[in-house]
């Protein structure tokens, strides 16, 4: 049994009306209240409540309806979906993917690959074939089950509007200063590093661009990989974690994404990457700033690995010489588009402030099953992989 005991005062708490929406556009705004206040949803925010009012429940007395509940059961919804995604992600690129190739390789096909290693063995054209597949298969998959669970508006889901061109510029200039630096312990994965060599050693007499498997492949890993991630990690994701506010989005879109490396020397490059692709993202209000990020990390790591595939005596300083360039075109980049910022004015994020600290949001989001189990497990892989 349960009963309202009411006050004269109306004092009505809506966290989805005291949401700041004034970082994006009016459409953007509209289309992402008309998701959150819709009843059906099960992933939307929307807790509302008189402050002046207290419910009685039997046993318990007068019992405050805790915005915080709300919050957590709301987190627990949505990260219960990524952590699926997660799964898969991780299903087809550890277990599926391989599987494949040995079925392939069963069949005659000259592709083949350890299951304890990341390692594909092959001619050139086979392996890059099982590459695009597989790599395609884990990124759309998962993105399509996030889609379609959290039903988001497309133009929610997908930030179309540029607001700030300048913040594009900002964008690529910071993510040029990040490769500069996360480059100096050789950031980019084995994987990388291993497809661009082999492609490298396939000839002596024909220079690597020649090679129409390095150049479909070099495209495919640059471009459509750069568009489909972000696609994934700050399209129906990051929208579904705004709700919580921006920071909250940022952090636990960018340690996903990391984690999902599973290797220990890539995390950190892409957490610091994944983090201006979705800060860009914010400030200029599309997502093509995001997408431009990562394809301005991969060609940087691309850059790197052909420089450092050159055996002549100039390639350390080549090499340096590059990564200075890189540097100081990301801080002139960032100094412009500071100087134009003092008079045009800030660019604010969205934050959303509860009886929560952003720390106890963060805990409730990584405890959820099974999204804490699936990082866990790239965790201790990644470990495994780097002391093995």
Known sequence: MQSTAKTDVNEVVSVVDGFDYSTQNETYNSEFKKWRKNSNNPFGFRFKKNSKEAVFVDGRGFVDNSIAEAEQERISRIFYVIGVAALIWVVVEDFAGKLMIAALGTLGINVNTDFFSSVIYGGGAEIVTALLAITMLKILLPAYFVHKKMALPRRVELMSRMNDPAELVGAIGMALLVCTAVSLPEAYSSETH???????????????????????????????????????????????????????????????AALLTQDVREMPAVLLISLVAGFGMLRSGSLFTAAAVQVIYKMYLLALAILEGNTSDNMLIMRNAFMLAAGIAGAAAMLCVLLSKKRRGKTKLAVYRSEQKEGERILAAVRTFPYSIVMGICLLYAVIRAVV
Do not use: H, K
């Open 194 to 256: 291993e497809i661009y060599s082999f492609f490298n050693a396939l000839t002596t007499d024909v220079s690597v661009w020649d090679q129409s498997e390095f150049i479909i492949y070099t495209f495919f890993d640059v471009v459509i990989v750069s568009i489909m991630t972000e696609c994934f990690f700050r399209g129906a994701m990051f929208a579904a974690l705004r709700q919580f506010g921006d920071p909250f989005a940022l952090i636990m879109t960018s340690v996903t």
